[in-house]
């Protein structure tokens, strides 16, 4: 079994990361990432469930061998894609800062980089 390119293990940590300052500190972290205050209840709870997302990537990236990633890669690329698509329309809307939009266009972008690193990697 060779091992996990070093760009995917950072992601990998980068990702556990960011869930637990989701878990810890949902408000901020929503704050940072450009949510507006509009309903102070319902803002933790969506970070929260998506810092358990974010763990479970960040779980599944480390403990996979590299053909597995690459199976998860093909999986994650689109819900990033459909979770950037739902920050760029809340943008849109007005609910969430355009900061917002960039931060979920550089995480997409993340994922693709992460694509491409595993199919050079399982070549």
């Not at 950072?10 to 949902?26: F, K, M, Q, R, Y």
């Not at 408000?27 to 990432?33: P, S």
């Not at 093909?74 to 917002?100: K, Y």
């Amino acid at each position: 079994m060779s091992a996990l390119p070093v760009f995917v293990r950072t992601v990998g940590w980068t990702s556990l990361g960011l869930a637990a300052v989701g878990t810890v500190a949902p408000r901020r972290l929503a704050e940072v990432g450009g949510v507006r205050a509009c309903d102070g209840d319902l803002v933790p709870v969506l970070v929260r469930m998506a810092a358990a997302r974010q763990a479970l990537i960040g779980v599944a990236v480390l403990t996979r061998r590299p053909t597995d990633v690459r199976r998860s890669t093909n999986l994650f690329l689109p819900l990033t894609t459909f979770d950037a698509a739902a920050v760029l329309l809340g943008v849109r809307a007005g609910a969430l800062r355009p900061r917002s939009g960039l931060m979920s266009a550089a995480v997409l972008a993340t994922n693709v980089a992460i694509g491409v690193s595993v199919r050079r990697g399982a070549r």
